[in-house]
């Protein structure tokens, strides 16, 4: 909970530099660039976050991979900061939240739909027009198949899930009314 809290001060930080700087999808681009890194070299991460090291060592640490990477300065400078201030492990976190600021001021609703079988593209297209008529939003859908559904569609968008799968109706069929 503190941590969630404390993402979202950060990310509402560089989101409000961002808006300044006319940088919002740029600076966005960085940060998840800085955490598609993070992901894939756990030891750099380990290295950065650790207390083992001293802060100076860190800081060697992280400016090193900086060098190599095409991050804006703006960027670069708030990953040091949150480095300083013991906050560079929930960076994850922290784009997360960045995220969602970009879709509340793009008016984007991301939606996770999870079918049994591959959508065709009318299908797709036709799922999307209707989201974004429930949701008066522009719609991301990123679709999954889980065979276990046996069939229909679960759609999450935020906190509202949809459930039209066979296997949600079945279950229902077993529960006394």
Same mark, same amino acid.
């Given at each position: ?6 993402? %979202? ?28 890194? =993070? ?6 991460? *380990?290295?950065?976050?650790? $207390? ?6 860190? %800081? ?29 492990? =929930? ?18 609703? $991301? ?25 008066? %939003? ?8 889980? *065979? ?18 066979? %296997?949600?109706?079945? *279950?229902?069929? $077993?529960?006394? $009314?």
């Amino acid at each position: 909970m503190i941590g969630s809290k404390v993402s %979202k001060r950060y990310a509402k930080a560089l989101f409000s530099l961002a808006r300044e700087d006319g940088k919002i999808p740029e600076y966005g681009e960085d940060l998840k660039g800085f955490v598609k890194i =993070v992901q894939d070299h756990p030891e750099f991460a *380990r290295a950065v976050s650790s $207390r083992v090291f001293t802060l100076e060592d860190r %800081k060697r640490i992280l400016a090193k991979v900086l060098e190599s990477t095409p991050l804006s300065s703006l960027v670069r400078n708030f990953l040091h900061l949150l480095l300083d201030k013991g906050r560079i492990g =929930v960076v994850g976190s922290i784009r997360e939240h960045y995220e969602k600021l970009t879709d509340e001021i793009s008016n984007l609703a $991301r939606a996770e739909v999870t079918v049994a079988r591959p959508l065709k593209a009318d299908a797709r297209a036709r799922l999307e027009r209707a989201l974004g008529d429930l949701t008066s %939003k522009k719609i991301k859908m990123e679709v999954r198949e889980d *065979r276990g559904l046996i069939g229909g569609i679960v759609v999450r968008i935020g906190d509202l899930v949809l459930d039209g799968s066979i %296997k949600a109706h079945l *279950r229902g069929l $077993r529960e006394p $009314r």
